[in-house]
């Protein structure tokens, strides 16, 4: 049997495989993950201190996933090992978060035989699973606890009292593990080159757009490969660095939804600028609107601010003009334009990029409100 025990314990980081794929692995199962407890989500780490996935839920309570993957799973004869890896990293976190949920992710279906197939693409508790899959499960923490047994013993014989005490709490952690909490997940298919594994990556992001924000199918098929694109961006991770976590909080991680929706919306608003515009500015105008680095001036932060701004705007209108939007872009804009400032805009492209924005967030609104409401952000 291989060695699977990690000696630094208690105290600790989860570090992914060096390799690439199991990278890539980690980090686009925490899309799949996070996308799946969406509703109660408030956040979401890759590569957390507690675990390679760590979930925050408004109720404060954590999920905590373990992710393992293979480039070969027909080929991979340690599907076991791997889960014994898990289960010694899972009760390490339990010491810290006992009554977190804790989550088995891979790509490998048959990790327990007698559960084929059993967690392809979905989530299932230990309390779920048939008698089978819950004996494969059982007997394997017996296995684990038997070979920290032995390892005690070698390391008392050696004098070595510092690890048979570091063996000997994993050992306990692992007993009093409450299996009520532990869940498990594969998601399908991840193997292969980049272009053919995410299917089930993007089966689960369709399944949002259309379940939880009740999308029509065209809009789904717009955006939905945008999307993954985007987040998988948003969500990388820099393998050659140790100790490097990504962070999202959920209305960071939803907002370009609303953004790919805003492709069609015509953007006019010449008759907002102090000068007259011509027809190589506004094409240099058009040009820096594709640039996919002006998807950061649409955060939520920076944008809810503006459309708080514009909502007390309403409620003291000074005219009764056609197009408040336009008048608030008129008497407010100053006061967003350094968030565009560049060395290479000169005065005149600087307010036309700022109002140009402006408006283009008010717009939007709409799709926020939506956002917002389906997936529980107080706005």
């Not at 008392?156 to 299996?179: C, V």
């Not at 992001?205 to 717009?222: F, G, P, W």
């Not at 999307?227 to 050659?240: D, I, K, Y």
Request: aromatic share 12%; proline share 1%; net charge negative.
């Amino acid at each position: 049997m291989s060695d699977y025990i990690n000696d630094d314990i208690i105290d600790f980081n989860n570090d992914a495989s060096a390799s690439s794929f199991g990278w890539n692995f980690q980090v686009n199962a925490g899309i799949f993950l996070f996308l799946h407890y969406i509703r109660e989500a408030e956040d979401f780490k890759i590569e957390s201190k507690l675990q390679d996935i760590e979930i925050t839920l408004k109720n404060k309570n954590k999920i905590l996933a373990q992710a393992k993957s293979s480039q070969d799973p027909s080929a991979d004869k340690g599907k076991k090992t791997k889960f014994k890896d898990a289960l010694i990293s899972i009760a390490k976190s339990s010491k810290h978060k006992p009554t977190a949920h804790f989550i088995y992710i891979s790509n490998e279906s048959d990790t327990f035989i007698s559960g084929d197939k059993a967690f392809d693409n979905r989530i299932r508790s230990y309390n779920e699973c048939i008698q089978s899959i819950k004996t494969e499960i059982d007997e394997t923490f017996e296995a684990t606890i038997n070979s920290l047994d032995a390892k005690i013993e070698k390391a008392q014989k050696k004098a070595n009292d510092k690890k048979a005490k570091e063996l000997t709490e994993i050992k306990k952690l692992i007993k009093e593990l409450n299996k009520d909490n532990l869940f498990f997940s594969c998601i399908t298919q991840f193997w292969g080159e980049e272009e053919n594994r995410y299917s089930s990556i993007k089966d689960k992001i369709n399944e949002v757009l259309l379940d939880v924000l009740n999308y029509d199918s065209i809009t789904v098929k717009k955006i939905s490969n945008k999307l993954f694109e985007h987040w998988s961006f948003m969500c990388e991770v820099n393998s050659t660095q140790k100790d490097k976590s990504k962070e999202m909080r959920k209305e960071t991680f939803l907002w370009p939804i609303s953004v790919f929706l805003l492709k069609d919306i015509h953007r006019d608003i010449t008759d907002c600028l102090d000068s007259t515009c011509d027809s190589s500015l506004a094409e240099e105008v058009d040009a820096i609107f594709e640039d996919g680095k002006m998807l950061y001036h649409e955060r939520f932060e920076f944008s809810n601010k503006i459309l708080q701004d514009y909502y007390d705007f309403k409620k003291n209108p000074v005219s009764k003009m056609k197009e408040p939007e336009k008048e608030f872009i008129m008497k407010n804009w100053k006061k967003y334009v350094e968030e565009f400032a560049q060395e290479n805009f000169d005065e005149e492209k600087l307010e036309y990029v700022t109002k140009a924005f402006i408006y283009r967030i008010l717009m939007n609104s709409r799709n926020l409100r939506n956002i917002c409401s389906k997936v529980g952000i107080d706005k």
